[in-house]
T-cell receptor
Framework: EPEVTQTPSHQVTQMGQEVILRCVPI?????FYWYRQILGQKVEFLVS????????KSEIFDDQFSVERPDGSNFTLKIRSTKLEDSAMYFC?????????????FGEGSRLTVL | KNEVEQSPQNLTAQEGEFITINCSYS?????LHWLQQHPGGGIVSLFM???GKKKHGRLIATINIQEKHSSLHITASHPRDSAVYIC?????????FGQGTRLTINP
C-alpha cells in the first residue's frame, strides 16, 4: 500500500542551525501539507502546498520556515535558524484532492529536538 | 476560528467494552477526520466523513452536521486499540485538530 515517508525519523540539532525535513508523498498526490505537534499539545497546521506554491500558511509559518518540492518527488520543510521552541514532531501529509473532499495520508513524523 | 473539543480527554476501559469518544466543533465544516496516533507518534487516518455514518471493522464513526458533533465508537475493544484518538475538522485546505483522547484498554 502506498505510503508517505519522512526522513529523518529523529534529528537533534543545536539552536541556530538549519534543519531540512524531508517527505516523499504518495506519487499521484497533488496536495501536500506540513503539521507539527509540540510534546503534549495539539497537532497544528503549518502550511499547505499545491501546484508548486504555498496555498495557505499559518501564523506559525514565519520567515524562518520554507517549503520546496525540489525534484518532483520530495517535499521539504526547511527551518533556517532553529529555536528551542521548534522542538516538536513534524508531520508531512499528502492528498489526491484538496478542498472539501480530500482524504489525507500522514507520514510517521520527524522528531526534531533543538538543544 | 474553528474550535474542536473532544471528550473525554482520557479513557480507561476493560477489554471487550464498548467505547465512545465524542467531538464537537464550533463552525461549519466540509469534512471531519478521525485519526489514530500510536505511542511512537505516527498518525493513521481512520475515517473521513461529511455526513451519516461509516464503519470499518470494529470502528464506527458518526457525524451530525446540524449539531456539529461526531462520535467514534469501538466495539469489542482490545488492548491493541490503546492509542490517542484525534478528531480533526476540515475547511478548504487545512485541518484543525482536537486535543485528542487517550484510550487505554486493559486486558
Amino acid at each position: 500500500e502506498p505510503e508517505v515517508t519522512q526522513t529523518p525519523s529523529h534529528q537533534v540539532t543545536q539552536m541556530g542551525q538549519e534543519v531540512i525535513l524531508r517527505c516523499v508523498p504518495i506519487s499521484n498526490h497533488l496536495y501536500f501539507y506540513w503539521y507539527r505537534q509540540i510534546l503534549g499539545q495539539k497537532v497544528e497546521f503549518l502550511v499547505s502546498f499545491y501546484n508548486n506554491e504555498i496555498s495557505e500558511k499559518s501564523e506559525i509559518f514565519d520567515d524562518q520556515f520554507s517549503v520546496e518540492r525540489p525534484d518532483g518527488s520530495n517535499f521539504t520543510l526547511k527551518i533556517r535558524s532553529t529555536k528551542l521552541e521548534d522542538s516538536a514532531m513534524y508531520f508531512c501529509a499528502s492528498g489526491e484532492a484538496g478542498g472539501w473532499t480530500g482524504e489525507l495520508f500522514f507520514g510517521e513524523g520527524s522528531r526534531l529536538t533543538v538543544l | 476560528k474553528n474550535e474542536v473539543e473532544q471528550s473525554p480527554q482520557n479513557l480507561t476501559a476493560q477489554e471487550g467494552e464498548f467505547i465512545t469518544i465524542n467531538c464537537s466543533y464550533s463552525v461549519g465544516i466540509s469534512a471531519l477526520h478521525w485519526l489514530q496516533q500510536h505511542p511512537g507518534g505516527g498518525i493513521v487516518s481512520l475515517f473521513m466523513l461529511s455526513s451519516g455514518k461509516k464503519k470499518h471493522g470494529r470502528l464506527i464513526a458518526t457525524i451530525n452536521i446540524q449539531e456539529k458533533h461526531s462520535s467514534l465508537h469501538i466495539t469489542a475493544s482490545h488492548p491493541r486499540d490503546s492509542a490517542v484518538y484525534i478528531c480533526a475538522v476540515k475547511g478548504a485546505q487545512k485541518l484543525v485538530f482536537g486535543q485528542g483522547t487517550r484510550l487505554t484498554i486493559n486486558p
